[in-house]
């Protein structure tokens, strides 16, 4: 099951990775993946085997020091 969000703040690589590595945590996450744009909304695809809430993916996210959108 895929998920898309739409993540603000994110500028770099290490960003991007700080985002993975929260979101990969989550239970029943198998793959994130990330089409940055820097400085702007960058979509990040969430892999999983169950449906996720969006109050889980925002807190993943916020813990990673972003901000779903």
Known sequence: MNTTV???GMT???CVSSVKEELAEVDGVQSVSV???AGGE???TI???RELS???IAAAVEEAGYTVV
């Open 6 to 8: 739409t993540v603000s």
């Open 12 to 14: 770099c690589g290490h």
């Open 35 to 37: 089409d940055l744009n």
């Open 42 to 44: 960058s979509p990040v």
């Open 47 to 49: 892999e999983s085997t």
């Open 54 to 56: 969006s109050e889980e």
